[in-house]
């Protein structure tokens, strides 16, 4: 009688986070650039910054017509007469209420980045842009509303027409298709079925995961020194990049609990109570801070930006000044907002079954660009307005570090006890819209990897984000975090190109799509238990 040999066991990282080939190469591809960069600073500073500085010298162009695009795109779906289909069954109603709803897709989308860049980038767009000439120096008020302009332009309609494209073109294929809830199903009219779960299906889902990491790590890298420097304020602790490495990964931390605990218990509630202390720190400015010129600046702002959107937005610079100031500005935004693109529209999509595909586009393009001309209106006009009555009040600290004008602002605005109270209530928000990002994030990365809803994967991508934010932050800091959004946004500029060209085209052909999936468990299955409210 012959001997059984065992079968030799396959080695398994499933314990780490990691149980497939996609998840290993992943994470081999993130642990190579991490210990490159640490090995040589210098060297992977230049590497990034000379690979982002070829991006912009062929593709600005490119970063401008997607752009311009996708509002376009947006537009016609908004209007088309065959979008009042519903996201699933004819009969199905949306899972989330509106406020819900609403809190997620802010919470989601925006970031603590809508707090500390309200305050700088108006005074930054106000003592430089290629515009400034035309109004008549820094110091006059049509300077004031091409500020505004410009900061409004970076925040609004552009960046959520992205959010709209990636997300429908997910919750058609999903809800309408049948297909997985991942970023590489909104290309299926353009690779087939065939070829989504093949290679290029593959390929799209590991530039989307580095998209996501590139993105959120810009966020957190940015968020973490307007932390450092409002925490500053409140206990004396010194602005510098060592502590900004230890509030990262405190943050990530935080949002590897939050990602644990599940959307209803954790992300759900604190996008709700993100939104309600928003608003109350946005009201507090508005009775503290230069009520008439506010209201004055909003009218403006609002003329302005409808009457400009189309031209500030198509417009591309000549001159080697004005190419460099677009590169610093729009078309980091842009390669920023490209790269937060793949996580937020695969969340939006699973937020956003049973609403219509008309009222998908209105509302998720409409409503925040809305709030943000609201909101950067009032802590951006706050801004201008000290820095008119006080040359300098607000300027000097945001030209030392962005970071600060939040931290000037809120000094300049009340007295010594209101401002510490608003500096607690602000520095509240910049962990809490972190943290409700990161955690997004992590959760998304997990399934667009086919890792499920495990804890360690979870925890594994959240201490990967932590630690590439470190890398980027010890490499070069700010110009980093701007270098690696540029360059992951490049691919993706080109992806959500596709992808919106095949939503038209699909939505042309196929008014009513194939017969959609009866029971919400088959398309919840694909993403999380339809019991558990979790991302």
């Not at 004819?90 to 406020?99: A, H, K, Q, V, W």
């Not at 931390?253 to 720190?281: D, F, K, P, Q, T």
Request: charged share 10%; net charge neutral; aromatic share 10%.
């Amino acid at each position: 009688m012959s001997e059984s040999r065992p079968v030799p066991r396959r080695l398994s990282f499933e314990g780490f986070g990691l149980p497939n080939r996609r998840s290993l190469l992943a994470a081999t591809l993130l642990l190579v650039f991490v210990l490159a960069a640490v090995a040589s600073i210098e060297t992977a500073n230049a590497a990034l910054v000379a690979t982002k500085d070829w991006v912009i010298g062929r593709f600005d162009w490119l970063f401008v017509l997607v752009a311009t695009f996708s509002v376009l795109a947006v537009a016609v779906l908004a209007i088309h007469p065959r979008t009042n289909l519903r996201l699933g069954p004819p009969d199905s109603r949306p899972e989330f209420g509106t406020l819900a709803w609403f809190a997620m897709l802010f919470s989601a989308g925006l970031a603590s980045g809508l707090l500390y860049w309200a305050a700088a980038e108006p005074i930054l767009h106000q003592q430089a842009n290629p515009f400034l000439s035309e109004a008549g120096g820094p110091q006059q008020g049509t300077a004031v509303t091409t500020a505004m302009r410009l900061t409004v332009l970076h925040w609004g309609l552009h960046g959520w027409a992205f959010y709209v494209l990636a997300g429908l073109g997910i919750a058609v294929a999903a809800y309408r298709h049948d297909l997985p809830l991942t970023f590489r199903s909104a290309l299926l009219p353009i690779l087939g079925k065939r070829n989504l779960d093949r290679w290029p299906g593959h390929l799209v889902d590991l530039i989307a995961l580095f998209g996501t990491v590139c993105g959120v790590a810009t966020s957190i890298g940015l968020s973490a020194a307007a932390l450092n420097a409002t925490l500053g304020s409140l206990v004396q602790l010194d602005v510098n990049v060592q502590n900004q490495i230890v509030i990262v990964f405190g943050v990530c931390m935080l949002g590897i609990l939050s990602a644990l605990s599940g959307l209803a218990r954790g992300i759900r509630r604190l996008s709700e109570v993100n939104l309600w202390v928003s608003l109350l720190l946005l009201l507090a400015f508005v009775a503290l801070g230069p009520t008439g010129f506010l209201a004055d600046l909003f009218v403006g702002t609002v003329v302005d930006y409808v009457s400009n959107v189309v031209p500030t937005g198509m417009w591309l610079a000549e001159t080697e000044a004005n190419q460099a100031w677009q590169a610093d500005w729009t078309v980091f935004y842009w390669g920023w907002w490209l790269a937060w693109t793949p996580f937020v529209g695969v969340f939006i999509a699973r937020i956003s079954r049973g609403r219509t595909l008309r009222e998908f586009a209105i509302a998720v393009m409409l409503v925040p660009t809305f709030v943000t001309l609201v909101w950067m209106t009032v802590f951006g006009g706050t801004a201008l307005h000290q820095e008119l009555v006080s040359p300098g009040a607000v300027s000097a600290a945001v030209d030392e570090d962005y970071s600060l004008g939040i931290v000037a602002v809120i000094e300049n605005l009340a007295r010594p006890g209101i401002s510490t109270l608003l500096m607690a209530t602000a520095t509240f928000l910049l962990f809490t819209w972190l943290i409700t990002s990161l955690d997004s994030a992590t959760l998304v990365i997990c399934h667009l990897l086919g890792a499920g809803e495990s804890q360690p994967a979870k925890t594994f991508w959240g201490l990967a984000l932590a630690a590439v934010t470190a890398v980027l932050l010890l490499v070069g800091g700010l110009q980093a975090l701007q270098a690696a959004s540029i360059v992951i946004g490049l691919p993706l500029a080109g992806i959500v190109l596709l992808l919106g060209c095949g939503l038209l085209w699909d939505l042309g052909r196929r008014p009513s799509g194939p017969q959609p999936a009866r029971s919400s468990q088959r398309i919840g299955a694909r993403f999380t238990p339809p019991t558990k409210l979790d991302r």
